[in-house]
């Protein structure tokens, strides 16, 4: 049985793991292994959850933030060089950018989806130009093939942001990471929708590629643990991180990934409910993620502009784990270099509200938090329950 403990509503509490109940024994035996560091517990990971996306290989990692950060180098990003991003994400895809040496391109999303388009990456196209991060907001797939072309003909690599994704499907149905023309990172983190405890990986385009970035996250050494540790020397080949996936979180994802149609059908049926909740909501705006193709990550939506903050404050009051994904990045002090005026992502930004979302909850959970949406905005009908 799925581990809700005792306490207050699933409503009251911030977005948390979802464990199935196997990962205590399956950690307490990686434990007793002995091998916390990467470990044949790690490459049986990494071959789970290729063979679930149907690809030939994943490279396990650290942390989302480390597989954006090694697939950006992958793909030549570095000094004087440019990435296309949105300022909708979590700050984390920046610093992967900034860490390289590039820096990044702000560009607009479309306020229904806070996902990028394909006009406006083509418009920000530059000479120095060297990826583009899609960002999968709250789960949705983007189809950029429109540019397929246009990108492969000046050299610039598309390395999707899937750290929401995991599990969900593309417009022809294959799963976000199966696109063979593009660099894919996932994000293992405590809330995600596969979570490891801690990590991430990357979907390598080429065995080449794949070489690269497990040389790239063992600090440059192309030789594996085993090899090295059958001989008196090992060779240091290029530049190289701290950056390997633990087998303790190894041992966790293994687990998650054998039950993950539990925790996505849960996520989803949360989401539709809260969609049929909010149909009274005359001034609420839903964000659409294409639920029929989306494992959802989070819920949120638009409130009425000048709102936000107060019923936030409100809820939090009223002990609802309500927040805010994400402040816009290219306001933020770190990014002011690059701010460019963005008046859609800015206006979205000061209306978003991510309601209460987890796999823990149950659609019993949703009709108190939208009666408490309901008194914040006290034009709103009242939640039927």
């Known amino acids: 049985m799925p581990n809700t403990p005792p306490g207050p509503a699933p409503a009251s509490q911030n977005a948390r793991p979802f464990l199935h109940g196997p990962e205590t024994a399956a950690l307490t035996a990686a434990l007793e292994a002995g091998q916390y560091g990467h470990s044949p517990l790690v490459e049986q990971f990494e071959q789970a959850v290729a063979a679930y996306l149907g690809v030939p290989q994943m490279v396990a990692v650290a942390s989302g933030t480390a597989a954006l950060h090694l697939a950006l180098l992958a793909a030549g990003a570095g000094p004087g060089s440019e990435v296309v991003v949105p300022s909708q994400t979590y700050c984390a895809t920046l610093h992967a950018i900034l860490a390289t040496g590039a820096h990044p391109r702000f560009i607009e999303i479309n306020p229904r989806t806070l996902c990028i388009e394909d006009t406006a990456v083509r418009a920000a196209l530059t000479d120095v130009t ?4 899609p960002v999968l907001y709250g789960g949705r797939a983007i189809d950029l093939s429109a540019l397929h072309d246009e990108l492969h003909a000046r050299q610039i690599t598309v390395v999707q ?40 990986g990357i979907i390598p385009r080429t065995p080449a590629e794949a070489a690269t970035l497990r040389s790239l996250r063992a600090l440059g050494i192309p030789q594996s643990q085993p090899e090295r540790a059958t001989a008196t020397t090992y060779t240091v080949e290029q530049f190289g991180l701290r950056a390997t996936m633990s087998a303790l979180n190894a041992a966790i994802g293994l687990v998650q990934l054998q039950h993950f149609a539990t925790a996505a059908a849960r996520r989803k ?3 539709r409910a809260y969609a049929t909740g909010l149909q009274p ?15 959802p990550f989070n819920c949120v939506v638009h409130l009425p502009g000048g709102e936000r903050d107060r019923v936030f404050a409100q809820m939090r009051g009223a002990g609802l784990g309500v927040g805010v994904h994400y402040p816009p990045n290219h306001t933020q002090p770190a ?9 859609v992502t800015e206006r979205s930004g000061r209306q978003l509200l991510s309601l209460p979302f987890h796999p823990g909850m149950t659609p019993a959970d949703v009709p108190p938090v939208l009666a408490a949406l309901a008194h914040s905005l006290p034009t709103e009908p009242p939640c039927a329950s």
């Open 130 to 133: 060297r990826a583009v991060v």
């Open 161 to 200: 942001d899937a750290a929401h994704a995991f599990g969900s499907r593309n417009p022809d149905h294959t799963l976000v990471g199966a696109q063979p023309d593009l660099l894919t990172c996932f994000s293992f983190g405590p809330i995600k929708n596969l979570t490891c405890g801690q990590g991430g």
């Open 269 to 271: 049926t949360l989401w």
């Open 281 to 295: 909501f005359a001034r609420v705006h839903l964000v659409d993620i294409d639920i029929d193709r989306t494992v």
């Open 335 to 343: 990014f002011r270099p690059w701010h460019r005026p963005l008046p």
